[in-house]
């Protein structure tokens, strides 16, 4: 069974950074791309961060400079450390793998999604 925890979110003023970890289980980490979407509210789900898994990255130009993504995959956990934190980067972060091609507007592999991990940037 498929399952990402995500964790490390919270509240954080702006300019202020972030660390976020998900947890997979249930895959064969290794091989898989992964993602980390991320949801705010009434807007759609979008890809901010995928790595591959001999560690290429990919970011859209709203958090290119600012987020990092990396794997650990003897963990089987993917990171996203986010830096220079903006109001609009508030919202639900989710990982997930990720489907070729490795674009900024990749889909997700998998329909289970965790409970993602809520990061408000605010004053």
């Known amino acids: 069974q498929v399952q990402f925890v995500e964790s490390g979110g919270g509240l954080v003023q702006p300019g202020g950074s972030l660390r976020l970890s998900c947890a997979a289980s249930?895959?064969?980490?290794?091989?898989?791309?992964m993602g980390w979407y991320r949801q705010a509210p009434g807007k759609q789900r979008e890809l901010v961060a995928a790595i591959t898994g001999g560690g290429s990255t990919k970011y859209p130009d709203s958090v290119k400079g600012r987020f990092t993504v990396s794997r650990d995959n003897a963990k089987n956990t993917v990171y996203l450390q986010m830096n220079s934190l903006k109001p609009e980067d508030t919202a639900v972060y989710y990982c997930?793998?990720?489907?070729?091609?490795?674009?900024?507007?990749?889909?997700?592999?998998?329909?289970?999604w965790g409970q993602g991990t809520q990061v408000t940037v605010s004053s």
């Open positions: 997930n793998a990720v489907l070729p091609p490795i674009t900024t507007t990749a889909r997700p592999r998998f329909n289970a």
């Open positions: 249930g895959i064969i980490f290794s091989i898989y791309a």
